[in-house]
């Protein structure tokens, strides 16, 4: 029997799942599912709310048919300290005192509060000058804890934990491969819009902005008099679409949206600028604020580029079952990812 892995996305708004068979040809798509997260569960410090999400996780397996207990886990981007660095061309064992030094310039923690992870992305020659591109990920040691103690009370086997952008990147490696240039991947979550440049399927840059789907919903409850489940329900179902409500909606949302837009164009302004006027080719949206409606076209429309859905199904075998899926791209880009890790 092909190896499986789970890939265990614990969002502040929902948990998604996705288990996926690794055989010598193909990578075969197991079982998928998602649930509410207990409200304000993640965010408190109590042993008991973890417990209810590991409650929550044990009753979504059970209702999806999971096999395995072999996990990956997501660590939320807005916690996690990722950065692409250039640092001189060294060996390994110099490399890693060096990235220590380095870490110490870019992450706002002592570093014996976080664990440090790095890779190279792209060495000397890739690079056509003299330094490396490293890809350095740091993680605050409470935060691990407290997703492993979650991980471990769900009765799972914790493989791997990585930041949300990593899952996200490695899901859409087969919907973007079709892309000639850069590609900006920009995951508007509930909380927080996480970005990366992918260059030849590689992330080049990554930042992530507190300005998500809870704060469209904010500026519906303040602007239209509304309480936060009509906010919801009225973003759900308009979404940014400008032709709607006389345009109500999009003229309370656009200083949020507007923040949105402004990071993207930096970041690709940062790109140009550092890769000698290399251009995005296009932008892919992920997360469940992407589904929006309108979102694809209001972003379209305010940076003249083509944008896209993500798709994380390309090079996944599905039964015909599974073809629910076909929409929720965008909401299962990070579990995918996680559990495509070979």
């Not at 992530?208 to 009225?234: C, K, M, P, T, Y």
């Not at 970041?267 to 604020?289: C, E, H, P, R, W």
């Amino acid at each position: 029997m092909a190896k499986s892995l789970l890939g265990l996305d614990i969002g502040s708004h929902s948990i998604k799942l996705i288990e996926i068979a690794h055989d010598a040809t193909n990578k075969i798509l197991l079982a998928a599912g998602s649930i509410p997260t207990p409200p304000k569960a993640l965010s408190s410090p109590l042993p008991a709310d973890h417990e209810a999400v590991a409650f929550i996780i044990r009753q979504l397996m059970k209702e999806t048919g999971v096999k395995t207990s072999s996990v990956a886990i997501a660590l939320p981007e807005s916690q996690v300290f990722t950065r692409v660095i250039e640092v001189p061309t060294l060996s390994t064992r110099e490399l890693s005192s060096a990235i220590n030094w380095e870490a110490e310039q870019y992450i706002p923690l002592p570093l014996d509060q976080v664990n440090i992870d790095y890779s190279i992305l792209r060495d000397a020659k890739e690079t056509g000058t003299d330094k490396m591109d490293v890809l350095l990920v740091a993680c605050p040691k409470t935060l691990l804890e407290k997703y492993l103690s979650i991980v471990e009370m769900a009765e799972l086997i914790p493989i791997a934990a990585e930041s949300e952008i990593i899952s996200t990147s490695r899901s859409l490696a087969g919907s973007v491969a079709n892309i000639k240039g850069a590609v900006l991947l920009a995951s508007l979550g509930a909380l927080t819009t996480d970005l990366a440049i992918l260059r030849g399927g590689i992330i080049a840059f990554t930042r992530s902005i507190s300005a998500g789907g809870e704060a469209l919903s904010r500026a519906l409850v303040s602007g239209l008099d509304f309480n936060s489940a009509q906010a919801e329900e009225f973003k759900r179902t308009y979404g940014v679409a400008q032709n709607t409500l006389q345009g109500k909606i999009v003229t309370l949302v656009k200083p949020i949206m507007d923040t949105i837009i402004m990071e993207m164009k930096r970041a690709m302004a940062f790109y140009s600028q550092k890769y000698n006027g290399d251009k995005i080719d296009a932008v892919v949206l992920s997360g469940g604020t992407a589904k929006l409606p309108g979102m694809v076209v209001y972003i379209a429309e305010a940076l003249g580029i083509e944008v896209q859905l993500a798709n994380p199904w390309v090079n996944i075998v599905r039964d015909q079952r599974f073809r629910v899926l076909d929409s929720e791209g965008t909401t299962f880009a990070v579990a995918a990812g996680l559990a495509l890790r070979e």
